[in-house]
T-cell receptor, first 114, second 112 residues
Framework: DTAVSQTPKYLVTQMGNDKSIKCEQN?????MYWYKQDSKKFLKIMFS???????INETVPNRFSPKSPDKAHLNLHINSLELGDSAVYFC?????????????FGSGTRLTVV | GESVGLHLPTLSVQEGDNSIINCAYS??????FIWYKQESGKGPQFIID?????DKRQGQRVTVLLNKTVKHLSLQIAATQPGDSAVYFC???????????FGSGTKLNVKP
């Protein structure tokens, strides 16, 4: 009964390819997020959706495009992958966007671009 | 975003001892803080939180202290166990949105 599940767990791909990561939460939360964790373990927010609406869009290359078909799902599509995109990508969810709550994180997707 | 950092990147403690992990933040407007634990191959897991109207909060074997004057918070783990070995992050909240800025993490090694 995983609360926040991401697929795939591992993704190895060549430079220039396009790939997607999927995320689903069964917690009934309204808000979902994508975070990127680099090789030094630094976590940085990328995007946030509240009830399918984009509410946070940090300075991320436009090769990254999030999509939320419904509030339980948030996918991340990456075009023209670059070596620097290699990282662990975490999906997270929280109860709401305008009130402050802690996140529930998925287990991450380790993306390796070769 | 504002800077959230940690003093010690790695902390080694003996099993049974108490651990203290420190975190400095620079945004004086931040009013909500969370400590997360990240075990190898897993996502960060919520441990304990504290709001800026408090200076101390206790959980099960964990205590968070907040000193707003010097913009510092700490996580104290009592009777540290091998299962506590992980990377610990502090995160601060930016007002109005549920957006957190994370520190760079401290790795806690518990020696048996």
């Amino acid at each position: 009964d995983t609360a926040v599940s991401q697929t795939p767990k591992y993704l190895v791909t060549q430079m220039g390819n396009d790939k997607s990561i999927k995320c689903e939460q069964n917690l009934g939360h309204d808000t979902m997020y994508w975070y990127k964790q680099d090789s030094k373990k630094f976590l940085k927010i990328m995007f946030s959706y509240n009830n399918k609406e984009l509410i946070i869009n940090e300075t991320v290359p436009n090769r990254f495009s999030p999509k939320s078909p419904d509030k339980a799902h948030l996918n991340l599509h990456i075009n023209s992958l670059e070596l620097g995109d290699s990282a662990v990508y975490f999906c997270a969810s929280s109860r709401a966007a305008t009130e402050v709550y802690g996140y529930t994180f998925g287990s991450g997707t380790r993306l390796t671009v070769v | 975003g504002e800077s959230v950092g940690l003093h010690l990147p790695t902390l080694s403690v003996q099993e049974g001892d108490n651990s203290i992990i420190n975190c400095a933040y620079s945004n004086s407007a931040s009013d909500y803080f969370i400590w997360y634990k990240q075990e190898s191959g897993k996502g960060p897991q919520f441990i304990i939180d504290i709001r800026s109207n408090m200076d101390k909060r206790q959980g099960q074997r964990v205590t968070v202290l907040l000193n707003k004057t010097v913009k510092h918070l700490s996580l104290q783990i009592a009777a540290t166990q091998p299962g506590d070995s992980a990377v610990y992050f502090c995160a601060e909240n930016e007002n109005n949105f549920n957006k957190f800025y994370f520190g760079s993490g401290t790795k806690l090694n518990v020696k048996p």
